[in-house]
C-alpha cells in the first residue's frame, strides 16, 4: 500500500474531506504520499546497505574502504563472502584451515600448506596454471592473512615434458598449434 493510499484510509473514516482523485484534498494527499513512498524507499536501501549479509552496492564499497586492500572479488555476492572472511581474522584465525578458508572467502585460489623448511608456509594456486592473473594483489592479501613470523613461497605450476608425451603424439602436433612459450606452459588442463 502507498502512502498516498494509507494517508486515504487514515482520514476517510473522519468524513469531513473530500480524497477523490483530482480533488484539492486528493492532489495533497497525492503529493504528500508520494514524498513519503520516496522517503521510504531511500530508508530501506539504507537499511539493506547497513549489513554486509545484505548490502548490494555503497555499503560493500565503504566497507571495503576499511580495509587495505580491495578484495579479488567483483560481483556482489562474491565481494560480500570475501569482506566477510577479511573481517571475522582474529587471534584464532591463524591455523592452516583456518588461513585456508580465508583466502577461500576471498575469492582467492590458493591453498596455504606447511613447508619442509621450519616457519615457512608454501602458497600454490591448483587450479591455474602458470602465475596468475592478478599475482600482486592476492599476494599482499595472502600476506596480510599469513601471521608474519611465517616466511613464504609461492609455488606455481606448469606443464611437464610427461604430461606433453601423454596429449601429443608428436612435435609437430605441438607446433601446428602455433603456441607461445607462456601459453605451451600453461597448456595442462
Same mark, same amino acid.
Given at each position: 500500500?502507498?502512502?498516498?493510499?494509507?494517508?486515504?484510509?487514515?482520514?476517510?473514516?473522519?468524513?469531513?474531506?473530500? *480524497?477523490?482523485? !483530482?480533488?484539492?484534498?486528493? +492532489?495533497?494527499?497525492?503529493?504528500?504520499? +508520494? $514524498?513519503?513512498?520516496?522517503? $521510504?524507499?531511500?530508508?530501506?536501501?539504507?537499511?539493506?546497505?547497513?549489513? %554486509?549479509?545484505?548490502?548490494?552496492?555503497?555499503?560493500?564499497?565503504? &566497507?571495503? !574502504? *576499511?580495509?587495505?586492500?580491495?578484495?579479488?572479488?567483483?560481483?556482489?555476492?562474491? %565481494?560480500?563472502?570475501?569482506?566477510?572472511? *577479511?573481517?571475522?581474522?582474529?587471534?584464532?584465525?591463524?591455523?592452516?584451515?583456518?588461513?585456508?578458508?580465508?583466502?577461500? +572467502?576471498?575469492?582467492?585460489?590458493?591453498?596455504?600448506?606447511?613447508?619442509?623448511?621450519? $616457519?615457512?608456509?608454501?602458497?600454490?594456486?591448483?587450479?591455474?596454471?602458470?602465475?596468475?592473473? !592478478? &599475482?600482486? !594483489?592476492? $599476494?599482499?592479501?595472502?600476506?596480510?592473512?599469513?601471521?608474519?613470523?611465517?616466511?613464504?613461497? /609461492? &609455488? /606455481?605450476?606448469?606443464?611437464?615434458?610427461?604430461?606433453?608425451?601423454?596429449?601429443? @603424439?608428436?612435435? +609437430? @602436433?605441438?607446433?601446428?598449434?602455433?603456441?607461445?612459450?607462456?601459453?605451451?606452459?600453461?597448456?595442462? *588442463?
Amino acid at each position: 500500500m502507498s502512502y498516498s493510499e494509507y494517508l486515504r484510509a487514515l482520514l476517510a473514516p473522519l468524513g469531513a474531506y473530500d *480524497l477523490g482523485k !483530482g480533488t484539492f484534498n486528493g +492532489g495533497e494527499l497525492d503529493s504528500v504520499g +508520494g $514524498q513519503l513512498d520516496d522517503i $521510504q524507499e531511500m530508508l530501506e536501501e539504507c537499511q539493506r546497505e547497513m549489513s %554486509l549479509v545484505t548490502a548490494e552496492n555503497f555499503g560493500l564499497e565503504r &566497507v571495503a !574502504g *576499511l580495509l587495505t586492500d580491495r578484495p579479488v572479488a567483483e560481483e556482489p555476492e562474491q %565481494l560480500r563472502a570475501a569482506l566477510a572472511a *577479511l573481517l571475522r581474522i582474529n587471534g584464532d584465525s591463524f591455523t592452516l584451515a583456518a588461513i585456508n578458508d580465508n583466502l577461500s +572467502g576471498c575469492g582467492i585460489n590458493a591453498q596455504v600448506e606447511e613447508s619442509e623448511t621450519a $616457519q615457512t608456509v608454501e602458497v600454490r594456486f591448483p587450479d591455474v596454471p602458470g602465475i596468475p592473473d !592478478g &599475482v600482486e !594483489g592476492m $599476494q599482499r592479501i595472502i600476506e596480510e592473512i599469513i601471521p608474519c613470523h611465517l616466511a613464504i613461497r /609461492y &609455488v /606455481y605450476w606448469y606443464i611437464t615434458w610427461a604430461m606433453m608425451e601423454q596429449r601429443f @603424439a608428436t612435435w +609437430g @602436433a605441438v607446433e601446428a598449434m602455433e603456441l607461445s612459450w607462456e601459453e605451451l606452459e600453461k597448456l595442462v *588442463l
